[in-house]
C-alpha cells in the first residue's frame, strides 16, 4: 500500500515558521496520523470541552481529505490509558511517539488551547514517531465566536490546503435541509451579518454538546447529546456523522435483540400444549413467557398463548401466592390495549372486574379502564371540536381566495400549505383518526411537489404514520416511518421517528 505523504515545507514558509527567517527544511508527514487530546491550558478550566471536541474534528476533517489515514479515536485512547498517561496534562513529543507505535501511526498531532487576552490561541505540532522529531507547528488566535474559522486554519495548515478547500469539503458532507436546498436551487440563501452571527453562537452550542457526547460511555446517552447539538444546528456536520455511526450500532443490537427474544419465546411456546399448571417447572415456564412477550413486545403472539393457556385449569396452579387465570387475563387486557383493540379492551376490563373483585390486579385494571374509556369519550366528544375547528378553517381559507381575486395576485403557496395541513393535523388532536388518515394523504397527494411545503408534507406524513397506529394498523405505519427515514433523516431525528418505531408491536397480528 502506498503511504500518503504531505511535504509541510509550504506552510512551514507561510507561516513564517523557518528557522532565522530562513526557508525551513522540507519535512514530510507520513501516515497513518494518530491526534492526541489537546491540551488545555486554561486556568479558569472552561475550554475543557473544547480541547476533547477540537481533536474529534481534526481526526474527522483530515479523514474526509482522503489523503491519509487517521488513526480511530477508540485506538488511541486504549494507548494512552495503557502507558497510563493524563489527558488532561496533555502529552509530550517522546510519549506521544510511544503511543504512535502502539497505534501503529508514522506522526502524531499534538496540540493545545488556552485563553490568551480575551481570544482564544490554538497551537498544534506534527511528531514523528520513528525519531520524535517535531515536523512543524500551527498557531492561530480568535476569539471564542471564531472558533470554527480557528479550526478551520489549523487544519488547513496542517494538511497544507487552502482554508476555503476545508470549508468546501466539510459543506459537502452536510446532510440537511441547507444542503438539499442548495442542490435544488444552486447556492445557498444569503445571511445578514445579525443572522450570521447568531448562526455563529448555535454552532458554538451545537460544538459543545458535541464534545460533551465524547465524554460518556453509553451510547445511548452519546446519541441524546448528538440529537441535541443537531437540533441546535442541522449543518453540525460532526455530531450529524457520529450520529448515524451510533443509530446503525444500535440498530444493530436492537436486532440481535429482538432474534434473543424472538428465539427463546419460540423454545418456551414449543411446551404449552402439554402444559400442566398444577406442575411447578410449568407454571413458571408461563411467567416466563409472559415476560418475554411484554419485554419483546409481540402482543399478538402474547394474546393467542393467553387464549390458549385460558382453556387450562388454573385453579391448582403451582405458584403459590400467584393469582394465575388472573394474571393471565391481566396481561390479555395489557395486549389488547397495546394493539389499539379499545372496545375489546373495554369489555375484558369490565369482566376482570366482576370476575375478580379481591385480586391484587384489581386497581391495576381498574386504572387501566378508567384512562381506556377517558380515550374512547376523547374520541366521542373530538369530533363536534374538529368539525369546529373545520368550519373556522373553510372561512380563512375563502379569505385568502377573496383577498387574491381583489388583489389579482395568488395566494401564498407555504400559507395554502400550512393552514391545509391543519385538516389532517386537528383531526390527530381531536382523536379522529380515520379521518387523519384520509386528510393526511390527500394533503400529501396535493403537495408532495411543492418544494416550500417540504416540511408539511413531511409533518402530515408523520401524523398519518401515528393514526395509523392509533387505529392498530402497525403494518402500514412503520411503512410511512421507513420511508421517512429514508427521505430525510434529518426531520426524522428531529420528529423522533425512532421511537415511534421501537414503540410498534412486533411479530404476526392476532
Avoid at 455563529?200 to 453509553?218: I, N, P, V
Avoid at 419465546?265 to 407454571?283: C, F, H, T, Y
Avoid at 374512547?376 to 368539525?387: D, Q, T, V
Wanted: a positive charge; aromatic letters at 6%; charged letters at 30%.
Amino acid at each position: 500500500m502506498t503511504r500518503a505523504r504531505w511535504t509541510i515545507a509550504g506552510w512551514l514558509l507561510a507561516l513564517g515558521l523557518g528557522a532565522a527567517g530562513r526557508p525551513a527544511a522540507a519535512a514530510r508527514v507520513e501516515g497513518p496520523v494518530a491526534v492526541m487530546p489537546f491540551e488545555n491550558l486554561d486556568t479558569k478550566g472552561q475550554l475543557g470541552w473544547l480541547s476533547r471536541g477540537i481533536a474529534e474534528t481534526l481526526i474527522s476533517d483530515i479523514k474526509t481529505t482522503g489523503e491519509m489515514k487517521v488513526v480511530e479515536r477508540d485506538q488511541v485512547n486504549v494507548a494512552l490509558a495503557e502507558l497510563k498517561l493524563q489527558l488532561e496534562r496533555g502529552v509530550e513529543p517522546s510519549s506521544a511517539a510511544r503511543v504512535g507505535k502502539l497505534v501503529g501511526a508514522r506522526t502524531v498531532v499534538l496540540g493545545a488551547i488556552q485563553r490568551y487576552a480575551g481570544t482564544i490561541r490554538i497551537t498544534a505540532r506534527f511528531v514523528a514517531v520513528e525519531t520524535g522529531e517535531i515536523l512543524g507547528t500551527a498557531k492561530v488566535t480568535g476569539s471564542e465566536q471564531e472558533i470554527f474559522r480557528l479550526q478551520d486554519e489549523i487544519v488547513a495548515r496542517l494538511l497544507g490546503k487552502p482554508v476555503k478547500e476545508v470549508q468546501r469539503l466539510r459543506r459537502k458532507r452536510t446532510k440537511t435541509a441547507w444542503a438539499r436546498w442548495k442542490r435544488r436551487k444552486g447556492k445557498r440563501p444569503g445571511r445578514s451579518a445579525a443572522q450570521r452571527r447568531a448562526h455563529e453562537a448555535k454552532r458554538l452550542e451545537a460544538f459543545k454538546l458535541y464534545a460533551m457526547s465524547l465524554d460518556t460511555a453509553s451510547d445511548a446517552t452519546r446519541a441524546t447529546l448528538l440529537r441535541k447539538a443537531i437540533a441546535v444546528d442541522p449543518d453540525f456536520v460532526y455530531a450529524v456523522e457520529d450520529l448515524d455511526r451510533i443509530e446503525r450500532r444500535l440498530d444493530a443490537l436492537r436486532l440481535r435483540s429482538d432474534q434473543a427474544h424472538d428465539a427463546r419465546i419460540a423454545a418456551l411456546r414449543k411446551s404449552l400444549e402439554d402444559l400442566d399448571p398444577a406442575r411447578p417447572e410449568d407454571a413458571q415456564t408461563v411467567m416466563g413467557l409472559l415476560s418475554r412477550h411484554v419485554a419483546g413486545r409481540t402482543w399478538g403472539l402474547l394474546l393467542e398463548d393467553i387464549d390458549l393457556l385460558l382453556k387450562k385449569d388454573w385453579s391448582q396452579c403451582a405458584l403459590a401466592n400467584v393469582e394465575c387465570q388472573a394474571l393471565l387475563e391481566h396481561h390479555r387486557i395489557l395486549a389488547l390495549t397495546q394493539l389499539r383493540r379499545l372496545d375489546d379492551a373495554i369489555a375484558a376490563s369490565e369482566r376482570f372486574l366482576e370476575s375478580y373483585p379481591g385480586s391484587v390486579y384489581y386497581g391495576p385494571v381498574e386504572m387501566q379502564l378508567t384512562q381506556l374509556m377517558a380515550t374512547k369519550r376523547r374520541r366521542i366528544e373530538g369530533r363536534a371540536k374538529y368539525l369546529e375547528e373545520m368550519k373556522a378553517l373553510d372561512q380563512r381559507l375563502e379569505e385568502i381566495e377573496a383577498r387574491a381575486q381583489r388583489t389579482g395576485r395568488p395566494p401564498d403557496d407555504a400559507r395554502l400549505a400550512w393552514e391545509n395541513l391543519n385538516r389532517c393535523t386537528k383531526a390527530h388532536s381531536y382523536a379522529q383518526y380515520e379521518t387523519a388518515v384520509l386528510e393526511c394523504r390527500q394533503f400529501v397527494e396535493r403537495f408532495q411537489t411543492n418544494e416550500i411545503a417540504h416540511r408539511a408534507v413531511f409533518t402530515a406524513r408523520w401524523v398519518l404514520g401515528k393514526s395509523l397506529m392509533e387505529l392498530g394498523e402497525f403494518e402500514g405505519a412503520a411503512k410511512i416511518f421507513e420511508e421517512i427515514k429514508a427521505d430525510d433523516l434529518a426531520l426524522a431525528r428531529e420528529f423522533s421517528i425512532d421511537t415511534l418505531l421501537s414503540m410498534m408491536p412486533r411479530g404476526p397480528a392476532p
